[in-house]
């Protein structure tokens, strides 16, 4: 994720933000006041933002003081301004009790705010660090009304304020809500890292004019809905100002993919990664330990395998373990110069690359946009989501949450970097729960009858595949070797090789389970989609083709030579069956769904069958494709498919919009 959110707490935790995070990580000394110390660490003053500025007495972008941040956030949740009312309730003869009780926004808390941080994604600060100073103002640009769209969704679909016994009430704010963006350039490496801390305020407006608390834990859970949007949201601001596109890169093996600038080169995104390097380094010396290590009596502590969830915490403490302390900030244009430099000397990229960077972006976002149209289809597209959703939440059991951060997420994939139409993410949630997806929803609370805490789960019936034996896991032996699979039996331990030399075994991810098990579904029920909406196979298609990561992508056809007579390249199937017998090889999609051989040779079957429609359909309006489109896919060709009824003066064969 991109955006990451911690909980402020009145004390020692506001202190600290006081004290580093406003001026850019730095330490800012002791007397200091905070416009000067924001000066010398070379970052840009806080600024407001927010719907609920105007009740407070504020403006957007107005100049965050420290006095204000006290206030609000290290004084249990005072008005910005509360030194100054209470002055004035105590000229006006007010008793100091009562002049201190004016100043408060409602109760006093303990948890003042939450903590917003926003970062884009390697390739854009990438941009940012070694483009000109146009490029660099784009970006900035981009990243803020992103900041901006995120606060807005916060503020309409998200921030609830809990009154009542046991806060069994809920009720938007709708006045808004409050918060202080500041800047930071660097990250701990010295490597660029723009991103923003947003401290967002819990204090709201009811609509009878009191003050509560906005409810933190549903801040946390969407969370990840939050950080989709971002990303969806300024990679497309990026991309449609300065003519790029996006395409998916594996950062980490068993992974979900990350979207990134396409035509920057991956030496430059690991240049910046440094901790990273470090993280993974310890990493793989914890997980050593993990498996090998015994009790007193000899046996081992824990499985001989590590799990998603051990890796997880493994990581937690490689990371704590190889922090570094937080260095001096700089201007900007000392650091942009000095990471300029240090790209050109210690990436292994060459020179012209580096101050050719957006003209080599440019270049790969053509090649992007020629081969991939953004076809955004909402049945399929809820097709792809509920599958996703199903297979990635333990017992298939989700919320709708889940369902909208997919969604996103999705739709960063298909456009490319591409603007979607407002409200198409609400509108593949909306398709894939009342298709997909079944209530199961049994609210023993007030909070259970709340559309955002609804439970669902799929509503596919897998109950016509066998199920599929296990084999039984042998006892760990300390003498043997820790299998490569659970399923496994474990293999002897390579001779003159002690414990922590043999490659750790480790259990799939989820998300390659993910995948595995879902494109199975998906093109079942794709089948079926394709077959009931007739004359949509080359939608069916393109949208196949849009929603690929780039390894199974179909590839370009040659650039042969023939005369004007001669027969025309047949467009390539976008399904992979090699791909998908890789699947069946890994065991990890049979493990995910209990699929038989029987049920893939059916699948194998089905692909070949839609294949074969979409070529003849395909053939069919090769003609007609030609006059609509003679040229490569336009940067804005964003089409946005909706099931529609056949018109009855069209043909039996006609699809929709023809």
Not at 221 to 229: D, H, I, P, R, W
Not at 266 to 293: K, M
Not at 533 to 555: I, S
Request: hydrophobic share 40%; net charge positive; aromatic share 6%.
């Amino acid at each position: 994720m991109t955006v990451d959110i911690k909980i402020i707490r009145a004390g020692r935790m506001y202190r600290y933000y006081l004290r580093e995070t406003v001026v850019g990580d730095g330490r800012r000394p002791a007397r200091i006041p905070l416009r000067v110390a924001q000066e010398q660490a070379g970052v840009p003053v806080g600024r407001w933002m927010g719907r609920g500025l105007a009740v407070l007495g504020l403006a957007p972008g107005e100049e965050v003081t420290e006095a204000q941040l006290r206030n609000l956030f290290g004084e249990r949740g005072r008005h910005p301004y509360a030194d100054r009312i209470e002055a004035d309730r105590l000229a006006a003869g007010d008793s100091p009790k009562k002049a201190f009780k004016a100043g408060a926004l409602g109760r006093q808390v303990t948890v003042t705010g939450v903590d917003f941080v926003f970062r884009p994604q390697p390739t854009i600060y990438l941009l940012w660090a070694l483009g000109d100073e146009e490029t660099r103002r784009v970006i900035e640009a981009a990243h803020e009304r992103a900041i901006e769209r995120v606060l807005e969704w916060i503020e309409d679909e998200v921030a609830v304020i809990r009154y009542g016994k046991d806060g069994i009430y809920r009720v938007r704010p709708p006045g808004g809500l409050v918060a202080a963006r500041f800047r930071h350039y660097e990250a701990r490496s010295g490597r660029p890292l723009l991103h923003d801390h947003l401290l967002l305020s819990v204090k709201g407006q009811r609509l009878d004019g009191k003050w509560g608390s906005i409810h933190t834990l549903a801040l946390h859970e969407n969370t990840v809905a939050a950080s989709a949007l971002y990303n969806e949201f300024v990679a497309a601001e990026v991309c449609e100002a300065l003519g790029l596109a996006t395409e998916p890169r594996i950062v980490t093996s068993g992974r979900r993919p990350v979207m990134e600038i396409a035509g920057v080169p991956h030496e430059l995104i690991h240049w910046t990664s440094r901790r990273s390097d470090q993280i993974a380094a310890c990493l793989e010396e914890l997980e050593h330990e993990y498996v090998s290590a015994v009790d007193d009596d000899g046996e081992l502590k824990f499985l001989p395998v590590v799990s998603e969830r051990a890796r997880a915490k493994l990581n937690a403490m490689a990371a704590r373990k190889t922090r570094p302390p937080k260095q001096t900030g700089r201007p900007l244009a000392q650091l942009r110069a000095w990471w300029k430099a240090s790209a050109i000397l210690t990436s292994g990229v060459a020179a012209d690359v580096i101050t050719s960077l957006l003209e080599c972006a440019r270049a790969g976002a053509a090649a992007i946009r020629a081969r991939v149209a953004a076809v955004v289809d909402v049945a399929l597209a809820a097709v792809d989501v509920t599958a996703t959703v199903f297979v990635m939440n333990d017992g298939g059991r989700f919320h709708r949450r889940h369902l909208l951060a997919e969604a996103r997420r999705h739709l960063a994939l298909v456009l490319r970097g591409r603007r979607r139409d407002p409200g198409l993410d609400d509108q593949i949630v909306a398709a894939a729960i009342s298709t997909h997806c079944l209530d199961i929803s049994e609210p023993k609370t007030t909070i259970g009858l709340l559309p955002d805490y609804r439970l669902y789960t799929a509503r596919w019936d897998l109950a016509d595949l066998p199920a599929r034996p296990r084999p039984p896991t042998p006892a760990p032996d300390p003498d043997r070797q820790p299998p490569a699979d659970p399923g496994e039996p474990a293999a002897l331990r390579p001779p003159g090789q002690d414990a922590g030399e043999w490659e750790i075994p480790r259990i799939p991810l989820q998300y390659d389970r993910a995948v595995l098990a879902g494109a199975v579904v998906r093109e079942r029920l794709r089948t079926i989609i394709a077959a009931a909406a007739r004359g949509r196979a080359y939608d069916v298609v393109a949208h196949q083709q849009a929603a690929m990561p780039e390894q199974l992508l179909a590839p370009l056809a040659a650039q042969a030579e023939h005369d004007a007579q001669g027969p025309q390249p047949r467009r390539q199937e976008a399904i992979d069956m090699t791909a998908v017998r890789a699947l069946r090889e890994s065991r990890t999609d049979v493990e995910a769904l209990n699929l038989t051989a029987e049920w893939l040779r059916h699948l194998g079957a089905a692909f070949t069958a839609a294949a074969e429609r979409a070529r003849a359909t395909m053939d069919r309006y090769a003609v007609q494709d030609a006059a609509d489109a003679a040229g490569p896919v336009r940067q804005d060709d964003q089409r946005t498919h909706h099931p529609q009824q056949r018109d009855p003066r069209q043909g039996p064969q006609a699809g929709p919009g023809r």
